[in-house]
């Protein structure tokens, strides 16, 4: 399964890297596009319920996003000079299996679309290339809106947010990040990790949120974490992991 949204190919990514990577002919090929900044936590969504499909099959997730490549000479307005400062290149992939009692399994997934909020963020696609869509007023609508959301999410999964022990978190911005601390009612600074990947690479969009993953399962991961992540729609997305000790 390959989630991208900064570049369109047919044949897609994992058919050009089939022969180089090995895969056997009856591979199943699962391209994913348009999900944005929630590609990984969507992504990691839909590949586990790939994965529980075909119990004891190996579902290869891989996120790759190239954001350089939406630098557009011909508009140099404040917003795609913002976002080609706050945005860079990055890839990551996760393998999940089911049936085997892993240490750290998926626990369960869920998505929250805002209607009326396609202005909020994503592409406009003309002929010259791909054009930023990306509202300064992200953090004040993560602040007023994402913890309803999330409540809703957790209790249709039975859970509360007194049952997060971790929030790992998409950071999209300094702002974001700060604006997720309030949203979850964390202490200012809580959301480390997320601001140390923000300040090595930069918003990657797709990826980030694994880069976050992966140092927090490196520190420890708790019982139960959450994932989130927003991304175009606009939509929040949600998965819950629990890591046996």
């Known amino acids: 399964m390959t989630v991208c949204s900064t570049g369109i190919a047919t044949p897609s990514l994992e058919a050009r890297v089939a022969r180089v990577m090995g895969f056997r002919s009856d591979v199943t ?5 348009g999900l944005g900044c929630a590609g990984g936590v969507s992504g990691l969504s839909i590949a586990s319920r790939l994965a529980q499909a075909r119990p004891g099959t190996n579902v290869l997730l891989v996120t790759i996003e190239l954001c ?6 011909d508009e140099l307005t404040k917003a795609n000079i913002v976002a080609v400062s706050l ?3 990055g890839a990551a992939a996760v393998i999940l299996r089911a049936g085997d009692g892993g240490v750290t399994r998926i626990e369960n997934s869920g998505e929250h679309l805002w209607p009326d909020t396609l202005g909020i963020m994503g592409w406009s696609v003309d002929p010259e290339g791909f054009g930023v869509i990306f509202r300064r007023t992200i953090p004040d609508f993560v602040t007023a809106h994402l913890n ?3 409540t ?8 509360s947010m007194a049952d997060i022990d971790r929030f790992i978190c998409h950071p999209g911005g300094t702002k974001v990040v700060s604006a997720l601390e309030t949203a979850f009612s964390l202490n200012q600074g809580t959301l480390d990790h ?4 923000l300040a090595d690479y930069g918003n990657m969009s797709a990826p980030t949120v694994l880069f976050v993953l992966e140092r927090a399962r490196a520190k420890g991961l708790p019982e139960r974490s959450l994932l989130t992540a927003l991304g ?3 939509t929040a997305s949600c998965v819950t992991l629990r890591h046996a000790a």
């Open 68 to 73: 350089t490549l939406a630098l557009r000479h």
């Open 148 to 150: 309803p959301a999330v």
């Open 29 to 33: 090929r699962v391209p994913v596009f």
């Open 232 to 234: 175009p729609g606009f």
């Open 87 to 89: 945005f860079g290149d």
């Open 194 to 197: 997320e601001r140390q990947v």
């Open 152 to 159: 809703q999410i957790l209790a249709a999964m039975q859970l």
